[in-house]
């Protein structure tokens, strides 16, 4: 994106995760004046590894970040990587590969921390503020054209528009919808997840290849995905197990219940006793005390992102659950917009409201497909898709799922917007150069 001049707003992030730290560093190469403010003392992330798709590379690739990544993760290139899909019980026969495009599904594989690592060593830390735990946002008493961050700490801060990239549990999110609500529902879903070395893993007889393509192991109310990251030296495990008795959000955690917790290796053993040797040797190889996640998701969907000056993005906004391997990924595209949009030189503070709902009126229903594929990508790996356990034909339940996804170009959100921008009048038709 090209350096833009200075805008007569600012802009304020809450939340330095993945989507909010890529939109700081969007706006930042764009000219646009912006904070960050995260909860936690300093910016990390989880033990754990991610996969970015090629829709969410080619955001990354266009603010200038991609380099950096590739370079800091030691992922060397891209890889075309469709999953190869094994029965988790039994000898683990490829049923079905996801077929990729070498030139258009190019997508990495990577350890998360390194991944934020990357994005943090790219924003100025001048814009950064730790410690900052958003705990309100209301219209700003002296101006009702500004919004008031209020911060656990007793602070406060000004802004003219805030975008809320404060993941599931979002603060911001309450502002958007207007009340207490907050649209948070536990998915009856729970990860296990763990890093292993590769080495120990083939020491212990593993057999399934892993560096060719990332591998999906599949049963009743069960799956486990597996994929190398760290050139192949490290290999991450997402162990799911499911309920489908019950409907999302029909169940609440008890109250100060942990969301992720250390469990025992032997919990794990229980959830997969029976199934394939792979499989198990996955589970003895990880951890003593491997990670439980209890995973929560933004549902029923919200009606908007936005309300006057205030955005969500990432999580805060479509949290979904991870079985296209998609949720940061939908984030990052609507960072790209959010940044785009906010440094067109027809954004004004005159136009920003407008500019953010068409942002929303944008990236709700791509956001939104992509979290009812996930669902229901879940349900086929775990058996309960349209061919059940006929392992044989569940690659026609699968088929598309991923291109779905991947195969978008970000750019065409930002043509759509701008279309509808013009549509409006909120971005007038100008013929000759544009001013600021
Ligand atoms: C098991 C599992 C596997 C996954 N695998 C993938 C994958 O392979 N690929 C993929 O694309 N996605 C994957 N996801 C989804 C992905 O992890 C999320 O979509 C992504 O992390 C969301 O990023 P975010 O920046 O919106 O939120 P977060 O990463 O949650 O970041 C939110 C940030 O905001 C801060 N914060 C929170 N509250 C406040 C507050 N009140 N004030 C200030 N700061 C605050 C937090 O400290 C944090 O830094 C997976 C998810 C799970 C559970």
């Given at each position: 994106?090209?350096?833009?001049?200075?805008?007569?707003?600012?802009?304020?992030?809450?939340?330095?995760?993945?989507?909010?730290?890529?939109?700081?560093?969007?706006?930042?190469?764009?000219?646009?004046?912006?904070?960050?403010?995260?909860?936690?003392?300093?910016?990390?992330?989880?033990?754990?590894?991610?996969?970015?798709?090629?829709?969410?590379?080619?955001?990354?690739?266009?603010?200038?970040?991609?380099?950096?990544?590739?370079?800091?993760?030691?992922?060397?290139?891209?890889?075309?990587?469709?999953?190869?899909?094994?029965?988790?019980?039994?000898?683990?026969?490829?049923?079905?590969?996801?077929?990729?495009?070498?030139?258009?599904?190019?997508?990495?594989?990577?350890?998360?921390?390194?991944?934020?690592?990357?994005?943090?060593?790219?924003?100025?830390?001048?814009?950064?503020?730790?410690?900052?735990?958003?705990?309100?946002?209301?219209?700003?008493?002296?101006?009702?054209?500004?919004?008031?961050?209020?911060?656990?700490?007793?602070?406060?801060?000004?802004?003219?528009?805030?975008?809320?990239?404060?993941?599931?549990?979002?603060?911001?999110?309450?502002?958007?919808?207007?009340?207490?609500?907050?649209?948070?529902?536990?998915?009856?879903?729970?990860?296990?997840?763990?890093?292993?070395?590769?080495?120990?893993?083939?020491?212990?007889?593993?057999?399934?290849?892993?560096?060719?393509?990332?591998?999906?192991?599949?049963g009743p109310s069960k799956?486990?995905i597996v994929f190398p990251?760290?050139?192949?030296?490290?290999?991450?495990?997402?162990?799911?197990?499911?309920?489908?008795?019950?409907?999302?959000?029909?169940?609440?955690?008890?109250?100060?219940?942990?969301?992720?917790?250390?469990?025992?290796?032997?919990?794990?053993?229980?959830?997969?006793?029976?199934?394939?040797?792979?499989?198990?040797?996955?589970?003895?190889?990880?951890?003593?005390?491997?990670?439980?996640?209890?995973?929560?998701?933004?549902?029923?969907?919200?009606?908007?992102?936005?309300?006057?000056?205030?955005?969500?993005?990432?999580?805060?906004?479509?949290?979904?659950?991870?079985?296209?391997?998609?949720?940061?990924?939908?984030?990052?595209?609507?960072?790209?917009?959010?940044?785009?949009?906010?440094?067109?030189?027809?954004?004004?503070?005159?136009?920003?409201?407008?500019?953010?709902?068409?942002?929303?009126?944008?990236?709700?229903?791509?956001?939104?497909?992509?979290?009812?594929?996930?669902?229901?990508?879940?349900?086929?790996?775990?058996?309960?898709?349209?061919?059940?356990?006929?392992?044989?034909?569940?690659?026609?339940?699968?088929?598309?799922?991923?291109?779905?996804?991947w195969r978008h170009d970000?750019?065409?959100?930002?043509?759509?917007?701008?279309?509808?921008?013009?549509?409006?009048?909120?971005?007038?038709?100008?013929?000759?150069?544009?001013?600021?």
């Open positions: 994106m090209a350096a833009q001049p200075r805008k007569d707003f600012e802009v304020a992030i809450v939340g330095g995760g993945v989507c909010g730290l890529t939109c700081a560093v969007a706006l930042q190469k764009a000219g646009v004046s912006v904070r960050l403010f995260e909860a936690a003392p300093a910016f990390g992330e989880i033990g754990a590894g991610i996969g970015v798709g090629p829709n969410a590379v080619r955001v990354l690739k266009d603010i200038g970040v991609l380099d950096t990544i590739l370079q800091k993760t030691g992922e060397g290139d891209l890889r075309a990587r469709g999953f190869i899909y094994r029965p988790g019980v039994g000898e683990h026969r490829a049923v079905y590969t996801t077929p990729v495009n070498e030139s258009e599904d190019r997508g990495i594989g990577m350890h998360r921390a390194v991944f934020l690592d990357a994005l943090v060593s790219v924003v100025d830390p001048t814009v950064s503020h730790f410690n900052k735990r958003c705990v309100s946002v209301t219209e700003s008493p002296a101006n009702p054209d500004r919004v008031l961050l209020s911060f656990l700490d007793g602070t406060t801060h000004e802004t003219d528009v805030v975008l809320g990239a404060d993941g599931i549990k979002s603060s911001v999110r309450k502002y958007v919808l207007g009340g207490t609500e907050d649209r948070l529902a536990f998915s009856n879903t729970v990860a296990y997840r763990a890093l292993i070395p590769y080495a120990a893993l083939k020491a212990a007889g593993f057999k399934t290849g892993l560096v060719e393509a990332p591998v999906c192991f599949l799956h486990l990251i760290k050139n192949d030296e490290i290999v991450n495990v997402v162990a799911f197990s499911a309920r489908y008795d019950i409907p999302i959000g029909a169940v609440k955690l008890p109250d100060g219940a942990a969301w992720v917790e250390q469990v025992s290796r032997e919990e794990v053993k229980r959830e997969y006793e029976g199934w394939g040797p792979d499989v198990s040797i996955l589970i003895d190889n990880m951890p003593e005390k491997p990670s439980k996640w209890s995973i929560h998701v933004v549902h029923p969907p919200l009606e908007s992102y936005v309300k006057d000056r205030v955005a969500l993005l990432g999580d805060a906004a479509h949290g979904m659950l991870p079985h296209l391997g998609a949720g940061a990924g939908q984030g990052i595209e609507d960072a790209y917009l959010l940044a785009r949009l906010l440094s067109h030189p027809q954004t004004h503070t005159d136009n920003i409201k407008d500019v953010l709902q068409v942002y929303s009126q944008v990236r709700k229903p791509r956001a939104q497909m992509v979290w009812d594929r996930s669902y229901r990508n879940g349900r086929v790996y775990d058996g309960n898709g349209p061919h059940g356990t006929d392992w044989d034909h569940i690659g026609e339940d699968i088929e598309g799922m991923f291109h779905s996804v970000p750019n065409r959100d930002f043509e759509a917007a701008v279309q509808s921008l013009r549509e409006r009048g909120a971005f007038p038709q100008i013929n000759g150069p544009v001013s600021v």
